[in-house]
């Protein structure tokens, strides 16, 4: 609440797209400030600035104005969701799929060690694979999809740190997806 009251979330956010246009420098000295909180107060931050980021790179307009305001009012926050399983750390083996259906897709397969992804009012920015018969780094793309999408069974994992924000596994079970999610 009190990043969201010193509008700290607007921080990267170029100014024409509300936010204050700060630099990498400005970014690095708030996140080293906030870790003398803690590794998971600062770390809710950073995720969410991550994706917030890339949404402004790469993101379509209507999704900026989807997610880039409420994000920075503190409405949303994001989670992202790139480990599996049999893939770990490694994104170009990522399962999980995304099959072309019509005007949607629809995503299958599993997810780990997704930070914040249980918490209330949170979009995923998941990785997943949309062109199997693609080269290994090729093929892939990620999706935004709201945690409480049906089809998602999120659940927490027992950890020794990270307990604030919490790390989590995620089954992706038909989840349908628009294509204006992919990101």
């Known amino acids: 609440e009190a ?8 921080l990267l956010i170029p100014e024409d797209h509300g936010g204050m246009g700060g630099t990498i420098f400005d970014y690095a000295l708030l996140c080293e400030g906030l870790s003398k909180y803690g590794f ?5 931050f950073m995720v969410s600035t991550f994706t917030a980021m890339n ?6 307009d209507e999704q900026k104005e989807k997610y880039l305001e409420p994000f920075m009012r503190g409405e949303i926050r994001f989670s992202i969701s790139i480990s599996e399983p049999q893939a770990g750390s490694d994104a170009a083996s ?19 060690w997704c930070s ?29 999809i709201p945690n409480d999408t049906p089809g998602l069974d999120i659940r927490r994992l027992p950890t ?10 995620i089954f992706v079970d038909d989840v349908k997806a628009e294509r204006s999610r992919m990101l």
């Open 3 to 10: 990043i969201v009251k010193q509008d700290w979330l607007r």
């Open 40 to 44: 998971d107060f600062a770390t809710a």
């Open 55 to 60: 949404i402004v790179k790469f993101g379509t």
């Open 94 to 112: 990522t399962r999980t799929r995304a099959i072309a259906d019509g005007e949607n897709y629809i995503l299958r397969g599993q997810k780990l």
């Open 116 to 144: 914040g992804a249980a918490a209330k009012n949170v979009v995923i920015a998941m990785l997943v694979r949309s062109d199997p018969a693609a080269k290994k780094r090729e093929g892939l793309s990620v999706f935004l």
């Open 160 to 169: 020794m740190a990270r307990r604030a924000t919490g790390t989590t596994e």
